[in-house]
C-alpha cells in the first residue's frame, strides 16, 4: 500500500488530480483507469482509500505495447510482493508473485 498525500490523488472542483494523471485516469471512455474508493484494513481499522482499476479499453490498449514496454520495474514489482507478504494474502498469490518476479530477472 502506498501512502500518497491526499491532495496528490483528489483535486478540487472535480479537475483531474496529479495521481490521475500519472495513471491515466480521466472520464470517458478514453481513460486507461478509473479510481474507486474502498475500504481497506489498516491497524485493525477501516481506512477509506483510492485505487486505480484498469479498464477494458485500456488493457487492450496496453497489450498493444512490445513485452518490454509492458513490464513494471523491479523497484515498483518489489512493493508489490512486500505488500502480498505485509498484508498476509494467500501463499498461493504470494508465490505466483515470486515467480513473475523470477521473469523479471
Known amino acids: 500500500m502506498y501512502e500518497v498525500q491526499y491532495r496528490l490523488v483528489v483535486a ?13 485516469a480521466r472520464r470517458g471512455p478514453l481513460s486507461n483507469y478509473k479510481r474507486l474508493k474502498i475500504l ?23 497489450l498493444r505495447h512490445t513485452p518490454e514496454d509492458r513490464r513494471v520495474s523491479e523497484n515498483y514489482f518489489s512493493y508489490l510482493l512486500a505488500g502480498a507478504r505485509r498484508f498476509e494474502l494467500p501463499q498461493s498469490f504470494v508465490t505466483y508473485l515470486e515467480r513473475q518476479a523470477g521473469a523479471l530477472q
Open 40 to 62: 481497506v484494513r489498516k491497524d485493525r481499522k477501516d481506512v477509506e482509500a483510492r485505487t486505480y482499476v484498469g479498464t477494458v479499453l485500456g488493457r487492450k490498449r496496453f
Open 12 to 24: 478540487p472542483n472535480g479537475q483531474r488530480s496529479r495521481m490521475d494523471k500519472i495513471e491515466g
